[in-house]
């Protein structure tokens, strides 16, 4: 294994438990210039990253805190200002629009948290921004109301203690499909119910989910985590946040 996939395979979330040790200037300096070599539709990278080192404005904004944050933002502005510059109109509103700049957003953030890894900074990404009102962000980080929209952020720092698993992935029948698609059968789907409810390697978020009173992990993950109704009862589906608000808000449809 080379270091390139040890450093992937070391890969891990910190939940909260930041030290006060700061990232380095230089050290963000490098993960800044490495992330944007990811890879980016038509060479756009129509993307933004505010940088944030304020905690308390960590805190408030994703309810948690480490050496510095940063908001991964899809975001045309950029491009449209370059556009308009030149006196061409690009009025990117479209839903494809939007999946466009997202694809770029999420492969910037994960090649900074690959970035930092190999310079022994651990990271958490957290979709808070789609859990809180939009008006919080655009506020806060005046950030621009059109065709921008906070898709996630990456603390970075180091941890207060290394963490007591490691959480395992999923790779082989049911995520690579060799040739062509196929879903699996009721056998392979039980299997993996069980998979999932293994101590080690632990798939899930949650350890203790036997205490909380579930057959399985993934009876917490439906019925308790994302709150979804059992067939057999009648339900609305639960507020999956404020994704929604935002699209609209910036102008996307």
Known sequence: ????????????????????????????SQILGHMTRAATASGRQ???????????????????????????????????????RLGYVFDPRTLQDYVTAHSDTVLAAQTAVIAAKSLGI???????????????????????????????AVILGYPL??????????????????GKYRSLSEDELDR????YDTEDPRYGMIGNWK????????????????????KSTKGSQPDRGHIDSYLERAGFR
């Not at 908001?71 to 045309?76: N, R």
């Not at 909380?212 to 994302?226: I, M, P, S, T, V």
């Open 161 to 178: 203690k290394e963490p007591d698993h490691r959480r395992g992935r999923l790779n082989g029948k049911g995520v690579v499909h060799p």
């Open 122 to 152: 651990d990271s958490l990404i957290t979709n808070a921004p789609h859990r809180k009102d939009p008006d919080l962000f655009y506020d806060v980080l005046d950030l621009p109301e059109k065709f921008c929209v906070p898709v996630m």
């Open 1 to 28: 294994m080379n270091e390139v996939l040890r450093t992937i395979e070391s890969l891990r979330s910190i939940h909260g438990d930041f030290s006060e040790k700061a990232v380095s200037a230089g050290d963000l």
């Open 192 to 195: 993996m119910i069980d998979l």
């Open 46 to 84: 129509s993307y933004s990253v505010v940088v944030i080192r304020d905690r308390p404005v960590m805190h408030r904004l994703f309810g948690y805190q480490g050496s510095v944050a940063l908001l991964f933002c899809a975001d045309h502005n950029r491009m449209v200002d370059l556009a308009d």
């Open 211 to 230: 205490e909380k009173g579930f057959r399985h992990y993934l009876d917490y993950l439906f019925g308790a985590w994302f709150s979804y109704p059992r």
